[in-house]
C-alpha cells in the first residue's frame, strides 16, 4: 500500500500566486488533515476533515482552503501566496471514530514564496 | 485548552547512552498519547501510544509510560544507536473528539554521535 501520497514534494511560487497541494490515502481511513510544520514551531493544523463530506478549520486556517473531494483525497490551496506561507506541509489521515489510533502521515511538500 | 510540553533539543548523545525525552501535557478530558519520530527529509512516523494510564508503549528498543498523576509521558531508550537520530514529538489526541485530532508538542531533535 503507497498510504498518503502527497504531490508535489516541492514547489517555489511568488506571491500572488495560487496552487493546490494535493494529497491521497488508499487505507480507507474516514478522516484527513492538513498540518504545516515551521522550524521551532512544532505541526499546527490548518484543517481537518472528520469524515467524507465535511471540513472544519483548525489552529492556523487564514489564507487557506480545502476540499475534500471523496474520500480518498483532501487538497489544499492556497490562493494568494504569502512568503509567511512558505512551509513544509504535511498531509495526514486516520481511521476516525472514538479512540485515535494514529495518524498516517504523507512525505510532505515542501514550499517557498518568494 | 489541551496543549503538549517537551524537553527543548537537541539533545546530543553518543552511541549507546540512555536517553530520556521529557513530555508533560494538559489535557481538559481524557487522552490517548503518542510520541511520533521524523527522520530528515520525511513525514513523521508513528513510534508508540498508549491510550489509558499506567499503560506502557514500547517499539523499537522505546519505551514510555502514561503516568496521569504526574501528566507525563516521557520517552526512554536504553542505548540509542546513530540511526536513532531524528527529531520525537510528543502528542495527544482527546478520546470522542470529533475528527481525532492530534496537538504535538514543538519537537526534540536527537543527534547521536558515534
Known amino acids: 500500500n503507497a498510504g498518503v501520497t502527497q504531490t508535489p514534494k516541492f514547489q517555489v511560487l511568488k506571491t500572488g500566486q495560487s496552487m493546490t497541494l494535493q494529497c491521497a490515502q488508499d487505507?480507507?481511513?474516514?478522516?484527513m488533515y492538513w498540518y504545516r510544520q515551521d522550524p521551532g514551531m512544532g505541526l499546527r493544523l490548518i484543517y481537518y476533515?472528520?469524515?467524507?463530506?465535511?471540513?472544519d478549520k483548525g489552529e492556523v486556517p487564514n489564507g487557506y482552503n480545502v476540499s475534500r473531494l471523496n474520500k480518498r483525497e483532501f487538497s489544499l490551496r492556497l490562493e494568494s501566496a504569502a512568503p509567511s506561507q512558505t512551509s513544509v506541509y504535511f498531509c495526514?489521515?486516520?481511521?476516525?471514530?472514538?479512540?485515535?489510533?494514529?495518524?498516517?502521515f504523507g512525505s510532505g511538500t515542501r514550499l517557498t514564496v518568494v | 485548552g489541551n496543549s503538549v510540553t517537551q524537553m527543548e533539543g537537541p539533545v546530543t548523545l553518543s552511541e549507546e547512552a540512555f536517553l530520556t525525552i521529557n513530555c508533560t501535557y494538559t489535557?481538559?478530558?481524557?487522552?490517548?498519547l503518542f510520541w511520533y519520530v521524523q527522520y530528515p527529509g520525511e513525514g513523521l512516523q508513528l513510534l508508540l501510544k498508549a491510550t489509558k494510564a499506567d499503560d506502557k508503549g514500547s517499539n523499537k528498543g522505546f519505551e514510555a509510560t502514561y503516568r496521569k498523576e504526574t501528566t507525563s509521558f516521557h520517552l526512554e531508550k536504553g542505548s540509542v544507536q546513530v540511526s536513532d537520530s531524528a527529531v520525537y514529538f510528543c502528542a495527544l489526541s482527546l478520546h470522542f473528539n470529533a475528527g481525532n485530532m492530534l496537538t504535538f508538542g514543538g519537537g526534540t531533535r536527537l543527534m547521536v554521535k558515534p
Open positions: 495526514a489521515s486516520s481511521e476516525g471514530g472514538a479512540l485515535n489510533y494514529g495518524y498516517t
Open positions: 489535557a481538559t478530558g481524557y487522552p490517548s
Open positions: 476533515s472528520a469524515s467524507e463530506g465535511t471540513t
Open positions: 487505507m480507507n481511513h474516514n478522516s
